[in-house]
């Protein structure tokens, strides 16, 4: 029984966090399409497929560029979501450094996973916003 209410807390955050992205992904449609690019290359990535970042990490960074010159919706102009916007626009730009210099897919994911977390904390903090 106590393993089926931690089910159900968990689920009900898990869908509490679902609608509120999607709410955020409404109202900025720029975070939006960097998911979508993110999404597609970090889950392969995580699987050893390493061929989507390769292929998409300058429309990735393009991407982020367009996060931070976007049209951010004022509930989100926070300094602490700027600031994380801006992160996700130099990490991206580093990811990219790293994917045309060669490097190894260890070095990439390591660079992946940490721009996805970037991410992820920008949507959490749209999230807490509200």
């Not at 089910?7 to 509490?16: G, N, P, R, Y």
């Not at 998911?35 to 990735?60: L, Y």
């Given at each position: 029984?106590?393993?089926?209410?931690?089910?159900?807390?968990?689920?009900?955050?898990?869908?509490?966090?679902?609608?509120?992205?999607?709410s955020t992904f409404e109202k900025?449609?720029?975070?939006?399409e960097f998911h979508e690019i993110?999404?597609q290359t970090f889950h392969p990535?995580?699987?050893?497929?390493?061929?989507?970042?390769?292929?998409?990490?300058?429309?990735?960074?393009?991407?982020?560029?367009?996060?931070?010159?976007?049209?951010?919706?004022?509930?989100?102009?926070?300094?602490?979501?700027?600031?994380?916007?801006?992160?996700?626009?130099?990490?991206?730009?580093?990811?990219?450094?790293?994917?045309?210099?060669?490097?190894?897919?260890?070095?990439?994911?390591?660079?992946?996973?940490?721009?996805?977390?970037?991410?992820?904390?920008?949507?959490?903090?749209?999230?807490?916003?509200?």
């Amino acid at each position: 029984m106590k393993h089926l209410k931690t089910v159900a807390v968990l689920s009900l955050i898990f869908a509490a966090n679902t609608i509120s992205a999607q709410s955020t992904f409404e109202k900025w449609p720029a975070i939006k399409e960097f998911h979508e690019i993110m999404s597609q290359t970090f889950h392969p990535a995580e699987e050893g497929d390493f061929a989507p970042i390769k292929a998409r990490s300058k429309e990735m960074m393009k991407k982020a560029t367009k996060v931070v010159n976007s049209d951010i919706p004022t509930e989100f102009k926070t300094e602490a979501i700027l600031a994380s916007a801006g992160k996700l626009e130099s990490k991206s730009a580093a990811l990219h450094k790293l994917v045309t210099s060669g490097a190894k897919n260890e070095v990439i994911f390591k660079s992946l996973n940490d721009l996805h977390d970037t991410f992820h904390e920008i949507v959490g903090l749209c999230s807490e916003e509200k």
